[in-house]
């Protein structure tokens, strides 16, 4: 048997199904939204040329994605941006704006935001360097993610998020600055993430449907979490160089203050951090806790941090213990705390594992452990490396 003749790429049969019928333009608007969403935003523009077909499909899609690289000036970025929201079918459905300036004039980007918002987006993701305050957000029925990244927020930015956006579910923050006294109270949200931010002078979290929250290596003023009785998982992660404190107070000891509710909770800091250690004698019970992954700010010489939240975790079944020998020189440098001291370590027969993760040469991991052991003494131990 021959071997088939192979069909040259320009021919009918190679075009369509050889009578000259356009097969890919003969999909659902749908199909073809999900075609463009492979190609860079100009790109998806330019099929208006193809034929009568795409002529204004692009000005449908679910999506909007402007990646300041795509573009060779800023004026340039600018006039597009501007064409594509003003010329965009109001009508159509908008699942997801992603925009990333690169360096435009912040009043502009506010305006592009407000327009997102107006045509009805669901999800939001914003890149900065910019600078953002309360009227760069417009009320919305339909908004219900918001990411932001590298944005210093005004003092009242979060205002008409608490209020004016009843569906938004997700927030999450990335190398954002915080200026002002600020308060993130909606009551339809559900995961919060920070990470890598800094905050000053001080934060209220308190969303009462909260259901997760995550703060991450972020440099903190005074963040007091209040009210949070739906919240199952927390994690937070304080950085190890630099951490606000005024004279020799360091602020921030209301931090685990809502955290009670939580069944799931990290808290990781280097040795000598005081945001979570002065927040111990006045939080309340976590009722609720059964898993709890602690890091090196309970290495104190007297584990004063780590018999005193085990005192207020009843129902705990498994503990962590991830030691990176992390100090904080400034913390270290503070007065020591003045503490009440702690009646007896008590017994913890509720607590199954223990689990600590640490380098080889550890020195104080044998103390660790004699800590541990009469308290959880039913427990089963393991020491194990990162």
């Not at 890919?24 to 939204?33: A, E, R, V």
């Not at 250690?277 to 290495?299: A, Y």
Request: proline letters at 5%; charged letters at 20%; a neutral charge.
């Amino acid at each position: 048997m021959s071997a088939p003749t192979p069909t040259p790429c320009g021919s009918k049969s190679a075009r369509g199904n050889g009578n000259g019928v356009d097969r890919l333009s003969s999909l659902s608007d749908d199909m073809l939204h999900l075609v463009m969403s492979f190609l860079p935003m100009p790109e998806v523009v330019r099929t208006s040329l193809l034929s009568p077909r795409w002529r204004f499909l692009w000005c449908s899609t679910p999506f909007i994605r402007i990646d300041g690289e795509d573009f060779v000036d800023n004026r340039k970025l600018e006039n597009f941006i501007d064409c594509l929201l003003l010329l965009r079918d109001y009508t159509a459905s908008l699942d997801e704006a992603r925009i990333s300036p690169c360096c435009v004039d912040c009043t502009k980007c506010s305006v592009w935001i407000r327009h997102a918002i107006m045509h009805k987006v669901r999800l939001l993701d914003i890149s900065g360097p910019l600078s953002l305050d309360k009227t760069a957000i417009f009320p919305s029925q339909h908004l219900k993610t918001i990411r932001l990244q590298a944005a210093m927020l005004r003092h009242g930015f979060f205002r008409p998020l608490n209020y004016d956006c009843p569906v938004l579910e997700h927030l999450g923050l990335e190398l954002c600055t915080f200026w002002g006294h600020e308060e993130i109270s909606s009551r339809s949200l559900k995961v919060l993430h920070i990470s890598r931010c800094y905050l000053t002078p001080s934060l209220l979290i308190c969303a009462r449907n909260l259901t997760n929250l995550s703060i991450l290596d972020t440099d903190i003023g005074g963040i007091v979490t209040r009210d949070l009785s739906s919240l199952v998982t927390a994690s937070i992660s304080l950085i190890s160089k630099h951490f606000y404190h005024s004279d020799t107070v360091v602020v921030g000891h209301h931090l685990l203050d809502g955290l009670s509710h939580a069944t799931t909770l990290e808290l990781h800091a280097p040795l000598h951090e005081r945001a979570f250690e002065r927040g111990l004698p006045t939080c309340p019970m976590f009722s609720n806790l059964t898993s709890l992954v602690l890091g090196d700010w309970v290495m104190t010489a007297d584990f004063y941090p780590l018999h005193s939240i085990l005192q207020r975790s009843d129902n705990l079944k498994e503990l962590t213990v991830k030691l990176k020998m992390e100090e904080c020189s400034i913390c270290k440098a503070l007065p020591l705390t003045r503490r009440a001291s702690l009646s007896g370590s008590g017994s913890h027969p509720c607590i199954e594992r223990i689990k600590i993760y640490c380098q080889k040469d550890h020195l104080r991991v044998g103390e660790l452990v004699q800590a541990l052991v009469p308290t959880a003494c039913n427990a089963k131990v393991s020491i194990e490396r990162p």
